[in-house]
């Protein structure tokens, strides 16, 4: 997440050969004993809980992602996803071709369309036999930054300040106002900030992660550190209210 974004052409990979993602050890064992428990309900399911996984990413020389690899808690290889690429000027053309527990497979041709600076116009995600499944179209400011990404369903509107950029989210179908909140510092975003509006007066939960507090349900918080002269974060955190900061996910980087 936040390495290499689908609106630019630029990827900061560029001489990167491997990373690993590794989720901490506290925070893999909290997520183990989470899954170990609904197993115990259901001993025949074959899926197992994502998060707690191990990621492998593998890049080209010209720092295109081609090929990710997920493990499981059990260092079980769970979903490879392969990516090929068709690149011109104006155009780059990923087939994604995805196989999970080695028989599941799903393969899917996006299309990302750029203007002469670099900055993509609008995407377009096929089917592997070219049937079009979604559109997405992208605008920007005058000077550059990202404005808004119309999805089928939603929008995401962008506003910059000084060290930060808020997203909200402008939903067709809902009420909801979610919205999140990048914060930057020397050019590398430093921190992802997620707030869940209340729809009807429910309370908004997040699953999945870990939230700011544990009466803050609906408001999770990431920061990022250890970049390299790139730009590449080697560690992540959540940001918590009452436990601090807990290691999250660490990487191992390998140049070409």
Same mark, same amino acid.
């Given at each position: 997440m936040l390495d290499n974004q689908d609106y630019t052409n630029q990827h900061k990979m560029e001489g990167v050969k491997k990373i690993c993602a590794k989720p901490s050890f506290r925070y893999r064992n909290f997520f183990k004993r989470c899954v170990s428990f609904c197993l115990s309900w259901c001993p025949n399911t074959r899926y197992r809980?994502? $998060?707690?996984?191990?990621?492998?990413?593998?890049?080209?020389?010209?720092?295109?992602?081609?090929?990710?690899?997920?493990?499981?808690?059990?260092?079980?290889?769970?979903?490879?996803?392969?990516?090929? %690429?068709?690149?011109?000027?104006?155009?780059?053309?990923?087939?994604?071709s995805s196989t999970v527990f080695d028989d599941l497979e799903s393969v899917f041709i996006d299309r990302n369309y750029f203007d002469s600076e670099g900055r993509?116009?609008?995407?377009?995600?096929?089917?592997?036999?070219?049937? $079009?499944l979604s559109k997405v179209d992208y605008d920007y400011y005058e000077n550059g930054n990202l404005k808004t990404v119309k999805y089928p369903y939603y929008t995401q509107n962008f506003e910059y300040y000084a060290d930060s950029c808020i997203c909200r989210y402008d939903y067709r179908l809902s009420s909801s106002n979610s919205y999140f909140v990048y914060k930057f510092k020397d050019g590398n975003i430093t921190d992802y900030? %997620?707030?869940?509006?209340?729809?009807?007066?429910?309370?908004?939960?997040?699953?999945?992660?870990?939230?700011?507090?544990?009466?803050?349900?609906?408001?999770?918080?990431?920061?990022?550190?250890?970049?390299?002269?790139?730009?590449?974060?080697?560690?992540? %955190?959540?940001?918590?209210?009452?436990?601090?900061?807990?290691?999250?996910i660490k990487r191992k980087i390998k140049y070409y």
């Open positions: 809980c994502h $998060l707690g996984c191990r990621s492998v990413y593998f890049y080209d020389k010209k720092g295109f992602l081609i090929c990710n690899k997920n493990y499981d808690n059990w260092a079980t290889l769970r979903s490879t996803t392969n990516y090929e %690429y068709n690149i011109s000027d104006t155009l780059i053309e990923i087939r994604k993509c116009k609008y995407s377009e995600r096929y089917s592997k036999n070219y049937e $079009l900030i %997620y707030f869940c509006d209340n729809v009807e007066n429910e309370k908004c939960v997040i699953a999945d992660v870990i939230c700011v507090s544990r009466d803050r349900t609906d408001n999770y918080h990431i920061k990022y550190a250890n970049f390299t002269k790139s730009g590449i974060w080697k560690k992540s %955190y959540w940001v918590t209210y009452d436990r601090g900061d807990i290691l999250n």
